[in-house]
Every structure is written in structure tokens, then in C-alpha cells.
């Protein structure tokens, strides 16, 4: 394999993990008064155990690793990282700057005394490369034709919150990125950076332009299947990929716009859309199909550590993402991983943030659209002031064993959107749960697919049918689908519809 082929494929195989280190101002809560941190411990093999609910197919439900094996692995350092910016934006001197800084590594524990320090020290892991130079490098970002070819909008500041340079190594500057920051920071049309609001920059698209440039068609082959496979479920979502090209391959990533991710666990057919971080101390359930509980401090804590690579390393009815066989499970020593304190810190940095100022009036116009969001029974599922009743429904095609019911917090209808990633993934447990309906006026795309750019397409009946072209994901080669389900809305008086949306903006 060439560089290009070894940058993508490592790319790929970070994708979602994530780390990073800065000085800017986030927006934690200002918390000065003396703390004692109560840290749970991360990996606590009895909390694990409870955590996620079972694979809709439970022959395939993970099989983590152990504490054990957990706290053998070796923690990550964190270096002091500096701000990415657009090409014609960067101070002047600033590369040859860069060039002077010594290395530095910026968590500390033992100096956090105060909540706002937890916070802060919080902001700096989520800011935190886990990559470097890979599969991007300094030369891209610096590049305006790269800028021109992926199109992705810089902040105000004229940064791009995205990306982070580091210096491990004097005098040698590196472009790191796969921070949680990465797909948890949104730049607004204004250019102001919301932490923690969905990502828009495409970075599916991105890393498909490098795919065809000599990456052999195996290694994308054992990347598909390390980071989507799930050989239990029947028919075998991958099945017949010995024989996909890797134009193909290149082509399901490319046709993953930006707020959605190929995200390991799901599957390039049916990504995730990603979902927002602002208000998620509020969230019963993580991830679009309700896959993990959060119970409490500890569950996000494992939430980032299962995601950081740690569930990677599961056995999966046998077989084990990380592996590189999908058999055996490599040494603790060849992983990195969070610290407890890091792992903390980050959690307390989730649970601060804030949406940004809604510039939405809640006019005469949102009052009648209160009115039709009541009228039409939205509020059952999207009970206020969440915007959410925190709970499940199991998809078209899923039998809820009859245990489930009195475990989870589940509705008894469909709501009959596409099934596939709730029965055909890693992460599929049967259900999807019903999202909080606040920030829709910052984020977008909505479904958890990601299958429609704004709420305009999400109340259009038009998207039932066949022939519609989704306007956010679409799938790879797919001009025309329906966006099925949810037809809540769908068959209101176009100034009901009007009303409605411009109340849901004001959320
Ligand atoms: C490559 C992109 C990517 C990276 C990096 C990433 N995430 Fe995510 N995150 C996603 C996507 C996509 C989902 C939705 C997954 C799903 O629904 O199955 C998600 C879901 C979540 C959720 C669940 C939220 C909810 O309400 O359901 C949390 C919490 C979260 N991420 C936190 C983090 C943290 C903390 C980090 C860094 C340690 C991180 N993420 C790194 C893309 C990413
Ligand atoms: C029976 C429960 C239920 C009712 C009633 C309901 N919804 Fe939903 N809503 C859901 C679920 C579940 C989803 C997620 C579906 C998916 O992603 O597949 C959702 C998704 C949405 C989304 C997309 C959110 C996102 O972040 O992608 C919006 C917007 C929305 N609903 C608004 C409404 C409005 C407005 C009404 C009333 C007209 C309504 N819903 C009625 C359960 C419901």
C-alpha cells in the first residue's frame, strides 16, 4: 500500500475516535468554587455489563473486554495543539512560529482545583487529535485548490475548528484531526464555531477522493469489514464484498455528505447522521438506536471509551473489529486510551455546553405553530420542554421480546422510518429513539440517516414516494427513494406547516 492508501486507511480506521488540545475560550460554565471530583471508574466490568442494550439479532451482542485487559492499555498523551486556518487568513510568521514551539503535553489532573478547571481541562480532550497527518496533511489545509475542492466554510476567526496543528517533535508541525471536535463542532452561516452542534464538513467526501489513489482493493476490503461488519445478522449486510471494486467502495463514502458519518458500528449504506452533544446530560439513550444507556456520569464516561476504540476490541458472536483476522484480539500494549480523569473531564465539558443565541422570535407566527405542534400530538413523543419523552420505538420488521418492555422505556408503535440501521448494523438494537427537537434551527440534517437537508423536505409529503430525490443523504448511486415514515405532519395546511416550522426554530 502507498502513503495515500495507508492515510486513508487509517483515516477510516479512526474515524471516531477522538482527542484534542487548545487555548480558545469554549463556552464552560464559570464554576469557581472549590470541587472535589467523585471519578467512577470507567471500565467497571458490572456497569459494563448493564450498559447497552442487545444487538436486534442478540446472538451477535458484544462481549467486551475486561477491566483487565481495559487498564493495560497505555494512555494517550495530549499536546498542546494550535489553531488551523484557511489559506490567505493565517497571521503572517505564523508557520516559522510553529516551528519554535517546543512539545508540550497539557493534561494535567493534579492542577485542576475548581469545576470550571474540570470543564475547561474537559474542553482540551475534546479538542484533542488522535491522528496526525493522516489522511489529511499540513499541505491540504494550506491548499487553497484542496479548500476549493471539498468546500467546506472556515469560521469567522477564519479557522477551521476541525483540524489542530501539534508539535510532538521540535521544529516539526503536524496536522492532527479525529478529535471529538471534529464531528461535534458546527460553524454557523456567521462563521461562529457551536461546540458540540453536528459537523458540517465533509469528511466522508474528503477521504473518498483519496480512496482510488492506490489503495488496494483488499486493504479497503479489511477496512469495510473491520469498521461495518457484521457477519451474524442474516443475509450478511456485506456479503459479496469480495467482489465490490474500490471505485465502489470510494463511491458509498462519497455519497455521505457532511452532518453524516460512516460511523463503525453502522454501515456506508445506512450512515448515522451525527447527532448533538448540546443539552445531552438530558439524553436517556445514546446513539440514533438507543444503543447505550446513560444512567449517569460513568455511562458517558464509557461512551467515549467504547467509542474511542475500545469496542472495537469486542467480540461480536466471535468476531472482533480490531482484529486483524476478526479473531484474535490483539495485546493492551499495541492500544491507546483515555485516562479516568481525561475521561471526567470530558463528560463535565458535554454536560456544560451551550446552544448558541437563537436569533428565532418566538413571533405570533411560532405561537400558531405551538398550537398545530400541540394540535397534532407532536408533544406525545416530543414532550417539552425536552423535546423528547426519552423513548424508544422499534422499528418495522423488529419482535420486542417481551423482557425489553419492562427494562426500557419503550412506545408501543413504529414510527416506520427506513429500518435498516436499527437491523442491519453493529449498533442496531430494533429501535431508534426519539430525538429532542431542540437546536433544529442550528443543525441539520434530520432522520437518522441524515436523509433530509431541512425541516422544509421533513414536512413534505412528497418525500413518501418513490421518486423523490432526497435532499441530504442519499445513498451511492441512488437518484431517486422514498424517505419513508414519520408521517406526523405531513398533511397540514401549507401556513399550519409554515407556523409549525417557524415555532420549531425557536427551540
Ligand atoms: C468521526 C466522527 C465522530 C467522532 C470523531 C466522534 N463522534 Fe460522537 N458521534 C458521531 C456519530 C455519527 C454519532 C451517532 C452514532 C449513532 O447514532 O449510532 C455520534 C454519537 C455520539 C454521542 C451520542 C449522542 C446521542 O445523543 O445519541 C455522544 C455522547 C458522542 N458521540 C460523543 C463523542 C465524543 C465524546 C467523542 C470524542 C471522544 C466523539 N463523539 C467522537 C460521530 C463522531
Ligand atoms: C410516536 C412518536 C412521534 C410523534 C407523535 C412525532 N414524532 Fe417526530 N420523531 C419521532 C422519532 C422516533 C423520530 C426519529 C425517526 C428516525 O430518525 O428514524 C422523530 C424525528 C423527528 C424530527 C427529526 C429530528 C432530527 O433531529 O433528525 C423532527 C423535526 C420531528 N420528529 C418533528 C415532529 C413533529 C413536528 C411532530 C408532530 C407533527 C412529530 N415529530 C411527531 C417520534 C415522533
Known sequence: MNTRGLRYLTLTLFLLLGIAAHNQPGQAQQANKAFT?????????????????????????????????????????????????????????????????????????????????????????????????????????????????????????????????????????????????????????????????????????????????????????????????????????????EQVSLDQIAEWHAAIPSGVIGRHGTNPLYPAQIPNLIGVKDQKYLDHTGLQLHRSVGDLMRYSALNQGADRLSSYGGFIPAARDFRTRPDPSTQLRYSDEQLYALALYLYSLKPPANPNKFDAVA???????????????????????????????????????????????????????????????????????????????????????????????RRLCEDYMPTGFRGAGVKTRAVKGHAYGLKLAEADRQALIAFLKTL
Open 367 to 461: 405561537r400558531r405553530g405551538q398550537q398545530v405542534f400541540k394540535r397534532e400530538g407532536c408533544a406525545v413523543c416530543h414532550t417539552p420542554p425536552l423535546y423528547t419523552n426519552n423513548k424508544l420505538t422499534p422499528v418495522d420488521g423488529f419482535n420486542v421480546p417481551e423482557d425489553h418492555r419492562k427494562k426500557y422505556d419503550i412506545l408501543p408503535l413504529s414510527v416506520g422510518t427506513d429500518p435498516s440501521l436499527a437491523l442491519k448494523t453493529r449498533r442496531g438494537t430494533g429501535y431508534y429513539k426519539v430525538p429532542s427537537l431542540k437546536g433544529v434551527w442550528y443543525r441539520s440534517p434530520f432522520e437518522h440517516n441524515g436523509s433530509v437537508l431541512t425541516l422544509e423536505d421533513w414536512f413534505d409529503p
Open 37 to 241: 471530583p467523585a471519578i467512577p471508574k470507567t471500565w467497571d466490568d458490572k456497569a459494563m455489563d448493564s450498559l447497552e442494550l442487545p444487538t436486534a439479532d442478540p446472538a451477535g451482542s458484544p462481549k467486551h473486554i475486561s477491566a483487565d485487559y481495559y487498564y493495560r492499555i497505555p494512555v494517550r498523551p495530549i499536546y498542546k495543539s494550535y489553531p488551523v486556518y484557511t489559506p490567505g487568513k493565517e497571521p503572517s510568521g505564523y508557520e516559522a512560529w510553529l516551528k519554535q514551539q517546543e512539545p508540550e503535553t497539557v493534561f494535567d489532573a493534579a492542577t485542576l482545583k475548581t469545576e470550571a478547571d474540570w470543564i475547561k481541562a474537559g474542553e482540551i480532550v475534546f479538542d484533542a487529535p488522535v491522528s496526525y497527518d493522516v489522511p489529511f496533511r499540513v499541505a491540504d489545509v494550506r491548499n487553497p485548490q484542496w479548500h476549493e475542492q471539498i468546500g467546506a466554510r472556515a469560521a469567522k476567526d477564519g479557522t477551521l475548528p476541525w483540524f489542530r496543528y501539534v508539535v510532538r517533535e521540535k521544529g516539526k508541525v503536524e496536522l492532527g484531526m479525529i478529535s471529538c471536535a471534529m464531528c461535534h463542532t458546527r460553524v454557523l452561516a456567521d462563521g461562529t464555531i457551536v461546540k458540540g452542534a453536528p459537523a458540517n464538513f465533509p469528511f466522508e467526501q474528503a477521504a473518498a477522493l483519496f480512496m482510488p489513489l492506490g489503495f488496494t482493493p483488499e486493504r479497503a476490503r479489511a477496512f469495510e469489514q473491520s469498521f461495518f461488519g457484521a457477519p451474524w445478522i442474516k443475509p450478511d449486510p456485506l456479503a459479496g464484498l
